[in-house]
């Protein structure tokens, strides 16, 4: 089993940045990607960043693209999303999830292990 959990969501004017945590244990092994998703009020779960543990090759939404960041620390078994130039359309809970078997990384079906999610309010 895989556990995830999100921590660092907080309330942000626009423009402002914002770093969210993900700190993964259990099998860790046994991940194949790992993700950040995001979903706003009344709209549906979107896809926000991934990384392939094992080389750090990274995934970008094209909504973040320039502004988001995905990143890792192996040693502390934690994933980072480092958040820039943030806008109100960003506000959302915001969601790590990890894959074991491969499948497209923009859709939430691929992902076995999901975090309780935190809570990201950007004001404008």
């Known amino acids: 089993q895989v556990q995830l959990v999100e921590s660092g969501g907080d309330s942000v004017q626009a423009g402002g940045s914002l770093r969210l945590s993900c700190a993964v244990s259990?099998?860790?092994?046994?991940?194949?990607?790992l993700a950040w998703f995001r979903q706003a009020p009344g709209k549906e779960r979107e896809w926000v960043a991934q990384?392939?543990?094992?080389?750090?090759?990274?995934n970008y939404a094209d909504s973040v693209t320039g502004r988001f960041s995905i990143s890792q620390d192996n040693a502390k078994n934690t994933v980072y999303l480092q958040m820039n130039n943030m806008k109100p359309d960003d506000t959302g809970m915001y969601y790590c999830a990890a894959a074991i078997t491969w499948d497209s990384v923009r859709h939430a079906t691929t992902y076995q292990y999901w975090g309780q999610g935190t809570q990201v309010t950007v004001s404008s």
């Open positions: 259990g099998s860790t092994v046994s991940v194949t990607f």
């Open positions: 990384i392939f543990p094992g080389n750090g090759f990274t």
